[in-house]
C-alpha cells in the first residue's frame, strides 16, 4: 500500500536563484499539502549523514559540498500516493531527460544542481522527514 507523505528539499541551487516561490506553487497546484517546512542550512556533517546511503558512490563528495553549500527549504509533503506522485511532479534526476513542465525541467540545469530532492520510496520518505522534522512539527 503507497503513502500518503514524502519529503521534499528545494536546493541550494534554487533557493539561490529565487525559484522557491515557483517551485511551491507547482507544490500546490499539484494537490499537494506542505504539512512541515523550514528554512537551514546544512552543515557538511549534516549532509554527510542524510545522504549516507550515497556514500560508496563516486558523486557522494559533490553532493554533500553542494548540499551544504547555501540554504535549503525542507518539507514534508502529503498526498495520495505521495512519493510516486511527487516523482511525477519533479520528472526525472537529469533536468535534460524530464518531462516538459516538471519541476526539474523548468527550474534545473544539471544532475547535481535538478532544483529539488524527493523521497523514493515511502520508507525513505518516512526516514528523511525524520532527518528534518519532530512530531511537534507537523500539522498531523
Known amino acids: 500500500m503507497s ?29 499537494f499539502k506542505i504539512i512541515a517546512m523550514k528554512y537551514l542550512q546544512l552543515s557538511l556533517e549534516q549532509a554527510k549523514s542524510f545522504y549516507e546511503v550515497h556514500k560508496e558512490r563516486p558523486f557522494y563528495n559533490d553532493l554533500v559540498t553542494f548540499m551544504s553549500s547555501g540554504p535549503i527549504i525542507a518539507a514534508i509533503l502529503e498526498k495520495d500516493n505521495a512519493v510516486e506522485e511527487y516523482r511525477k511532479l519533479i520528472g526525472a534526476t537529469d ?42 512539527e507537523r500539522l498531523f
Not at 3 to 31: C, D, H, S
Not at 116 to 133: L, M, Q, R, T, Y
Open 3 to 31: 503513502g500518503n507523505k514524502t519529503l521534499t528539499m528545494i536546493k541550494p541551487f534554487a533557493v539561490q536563484k529565487a525559484y522557491i516561490g515557483p517551485i511551491l506553487a507547482k507544490i500546490n497546484e499539484a494537490g
Open 95 to 136: 533536468p535534460a531527460k524530464s518531462a516538459q513542465g516538471t519541476i526539474r525541467a523548468l527550474y534545473g540545469t544539471s544532475l547535481e544542481k535538478n532544483a529539488v530532492h524527493g523521497s523514493d520510496s515511502d520508507e525513505n520518505a518516512i526516514i528523511e522527514s525524520d532527518f528534518f522534522f519532530s512530531k511537534i
